[in-house]
């Protein structure tokens, strides 16, 4: 009867010491459970930030806003090796806001996938989009999860005179929808 | 016993949560310590740009400025420089040429100050870019070079960058800028620097023409003609690497028939005897009183329309 009544306390006791593990384990992985979504927020953000920051104007391929695209054959792109971000602070510099959007717009694409917001504002103006609508600013305020990373950019105005513009401070803003 | 099984119990209990502390910092250090190391890249690769990129594009900017504002100066006040190579590093760093201020918003400490501005503001970077000097030369008769000697200071949340006597070397093209002798030296007007496309030779009449109506610069080897930074001076000396010279067209000063040579250093020191001028005449020559030395003469390879002219 004894050993009995041992035995059922050694199996509560492994029971207790399991449970107090498993919940153990539990919240501190809990914590780390919504790392993904925010991990992957993060790396859409700096990801969105190396290409802006690293593609150069003569290597993308894009009808609009690449080389020999609309904007390069109106004459509103001649720096060919500004990169997308330098370019759209460019647009800012020149006073081109509107033709800074469309060429946010042209690439967004490739800068961040569906179901992520995505903001662009150089030295505190919204570029991207130039009007933030109702949804726009919704969602934005509703998200989770919000990235932002912000980059000091500056480059040629005119590569004659040398005249330069920035250096600016371009901040690109991404969350999940 | 049966009090010996609830003690392991406790105990057990106590491993378990020393473990789960352990095992929850441990997570977090790995955490905190890759958000430091992305931050000492990222403060990094700040000061790297700022360094690399950003000193080179504001001191060809502000150089470029400088050199625009002290011919715009030497206008307005009818002077030359003092000491070019000094005057225009000053103008590029501070925006002055003496007590004057020549310049605003472009100087090479304006530049610096923005970005300052930004790391502070943006990145929370304490940033000091400080220059030290500044030196204007020529190894090439149409670019000059610039030397920014500078250091860069970078107070972060994660550490200290500190650059010390960083040489900032950039160079700008002299085509475009105004020629200070012609502003100032008594030809009365503006004359634009501009490279010619005829080589050495051999020369003729025809080019001689297209050279004088165009107002181009040429490069002669062993010329006694001044450099473009020695232009910028009162009395402008020869220079072995950089020299450089153009004609003056007679129909541009008053009045148009001098008797002084009109290869531009010549005429603004007016260096040439009258006894050793020449006058370049013909039908197909429409540039009546044009006068060169003897050496021109030779140069141009006009020595068939070259006379002698009647000194007074």
Not at chain 1, 7 to 25: E, Y
Not at chain 2, 286 to 296: E, N, S, T, Y
Request: charged share 15%.
């Amino acid at each position: 009867m004894h050993k009995k009544k041992r035995g059922f306390f050694f199996t509560l006791d492994a029971v207790m010491a399991l449970t107090v593990i498993g919940i153990g384990f539990f919240l501190v992985l809990t914590a780390y459970l919504f790392v993904p979504p925010r991990s992957q927020t993060e790396a859409i953000a700096q990801s969105a930030l190396q290409f802006l920051s690293t593609t150069a104007i003569e290597n993308l391929n894009d009808p609009y806003a690449g080389i020999g695209g609309e904007l390069w054959e109106s004459g509103k792109i001649s720096q060919r090796d500004n990169t997308l971000l330098q370019q759209i602070a460019h647009f800012e510099a020149k006073g081109d806001r509107e033709t800074a959007e469309l060429f946010v717009d042209a690439i967004l694409d490739e800068i961040v996938p569906m179901n992520y917001g995505f903001q662009i504002k150089v030295n505190g103006n919204s570029l991207y989009p130039l009007v933030e609508s109702s949804e726009f600013i919704a969602s934005k305020q509703e998200t989770d999860i919000l990235i932002a990373r912000e980059i000091v950019v500056y480059g040629v105005l005119n590569t004659t005179t040398f005249e330069i513009w920035g250096p600016s401070a371009v901040q690109i803003m991404v969350w999940h929808e | 016993m049966g009090k010996k099984g609830i003690f392991f119990t406790l105990i057990a209990l106590t491993l378990v949560a020393i473990l789960i502390i352990v095992f929850a910092r441990t997570i977090n250090t790995s955490k905190d310590s890759g958000a430091t190391f992305t931050r000492i890249q990222f403060i990094d690769a700040f000061v790297k740009d700022a360094q690399d990129s950003f000193l080179p594009l504001a001191s060809r900017a502000s150089s470029y400025r400088a050199i625009q504002a002290a011919s715009a100066y030497m206008n307005t006040t009818g002077q030359f420089l003092q000491d070019p190579e000094h005057d225009l590093a000053s103008a590029m760093v501070n925006g002055t040429i003496g007590a004057d201020a020549v310049m605003v918003n472009s100087t090479l400490t304006n530049f610096t100050d923005y970005l300052e501005i930004l790391a502070k503001e943006s990145h929370g970077i304490d940033l000091k870019i400080t220059v030290n000097s500044a030196r204007f030369s020529q190894s090439s008769p149409w670019q000059v070079d610039i030397e920014v000697n500078a250091s860069i200071l970078a107070i972060g949340d994660v550490g200290n960058w500190s650059r010390e006597g960083l040489l900032i070397r950039s160079s700008v093209p002299i085509e475009g800028f105004y020629d200070p002798q012609y502003l100032v030296g008594g030809a009365g007007y503006g004359h634009i620097f501009q490279k010619s496309n005829f080589s050495a030779g051999p020369w003729n009449l025809s080019m001689l023409d297209s050279l004088i109506t165009q107002g181009e610069y040429l490069r002669i080897e062993g010329s006694s003609a001044p450099s473009f930074l020695e232009r910028f001076k009162s009395t402008p000396l020869s220079s072995e690497c950089c020299a450089i010279e153009s004609t003056i067209e007679p129909a541009r000063v008053s009045p148009s028939d001098q008797q002084k040579s009109y290869v531009d250093y010549q005429f603004f020191a007016d260096s040439v005897a009258c006894e050793d001028l020449y006058s370049i005449s013909s039908g197909n020559f429409p540039h009546p009183g044009f006068k060169l030395d003897f050496a021109h003469v030779v140069l141009y390879n006009v020595s068939a329309y070259a006379q002698e002219i009647t000194c007074i």
